[in-house]
Every structure is written in structure tokens, then in C-alpha cells.
């Protein structure tokens, strides 16, 4: 039987050939969905830009621990979220998604690289996807690998990813 961390470094493994694939594409990637990227990914992503190299054994274990420890400080100050329905999306898939708040998408993926309230940049951030997005969100913030995430008050209200071939 695999253990935990060989599962998710192999998960991780084929997510980073499916994006090297994808960037071979003629066609960008674009796709709006209510699952964004996941703290794994965006982390590995900044560590191995940061680094030049994928984390160690115990760069990784420190990480998770860290990561552990703020998901459970945030649900034991907000019994409500870690009695929701959709908590497993935030505690054990650790991904961000639609319905979840703003602290709860900066403790998963950290501060965004970008962020606007202005419905002109929303607008080309949002590209195709705009027409759904319209009228429901009033901020965005961005993240590596083209990941856009919508705001309406302190909720999530749609995700979006757009990577040029």
C-alpha cells in the first residue's frame, strides 16, 4: 500500500506533467470551476520557483504541519465553517473553492499575487467566462499557474484559470 506522502507526490507528479502537457496545447487553457488550485500545488509551485528544486522530505513535513495546525486554528475559532457540509473541501482536500471566504483561500494559498476591485480588470481576468461572472463579483485575486478567484463580500463566488499555449 502507498503511503500518504507517495500518493500526493505522485497526485502532484501527474498534475505538473498535465500542466507541461497542457502548455504544449495550440490552445490556452482556460476553465471556470467551483474547485481552485490546492495549497499543495501553489506551495510546490512557489518552493521549487523560489528554490529551483522540488522541497525535501522535511521541508515538506514541516509544511504540512504548518499548514495542519492553521486550518484547525481557523475551524476552532469558527465552529460554524468546521460544522459545514463543505469543510472536507478545506480541511482534508485543502483546495480552495466556491462558498469559502477570504481567510480561509489566504490560509490555503497564501496572499494573491495581484488583487483589484475594479470591474474593468475583473472584466479582462474573467475573459470569456465575464457574461457568467457579471454582476456577482466585486473583487478578484490572482495566483500563479493563471488562477483567478472571484469575490462577492468575503466569499468565493467563481474560480477561473486561464494559461496562454
Not at 460554524?80 to 480561509?104: C, H, I, P
Not at 476591485?117 to 472584466?123: F, K, N, R, S, Y
Request: charged share 25%; aromatic share 10%; glycine share 4%.
Amino acid at each position: 500500500m502507498l503511503g500518504r506522502v507517495t500518493v500526493r507526490m505522485l497526485a502532484l507528479a501527474c498534475a505538473v506533467a498535465a500542466l507541461a502537457a497542457c502548455a504544449t496545447m495550440r490552445e490556452p487553457l482556460q476553465q471556470r470551476t467551483t474547485q481552485g488550485p490546492t495549497a499543495e500545488e501553489m506551495w510546490l509551485y512557489r518552493v521549487i520557483l523560489t528554490n529551483g528544486r522540488q522541497p525535501n522530505f522535511e521541508e515538506r513535513r514541516h509544511w504540512e504541519d504548518d499548514i495542519d495546525e492553521r486550518i484547525a486554528r481557523y475551524l476552532r475559532a469558527h465552529p460554524k465553517a468546521a460544522n459545514s457540509l463543505d469543510v472536507s473541501t478545506f480541511k482534508f482536500y485543502r483546495r480552495a473553492a466556491v462558498g469559502q471566504s477570504k481567510e480561509q483561500v489566504t490560509i490555503l494559498l497564501g496572499a494573491p499575487q495581484a488583487s483589484t476591485t475594479d470591474p474593468a480588470e475583473i472584466e479582462k481576468l474573467a475573459r470569456k467566462y465575464w457574461p457568467d461572472i457579471k454582476g456577482r463579483a466585486e473583487e478578484a485575486w490572482s495566483y500563479p499557474l493563471g488562477w483567478h478567484v472571484y469575490f462577492a463580500d468575503s466569499r468565493v463566488v467563481d474560480i477561473t484559470q486561464y494559461l496562454p499555449r
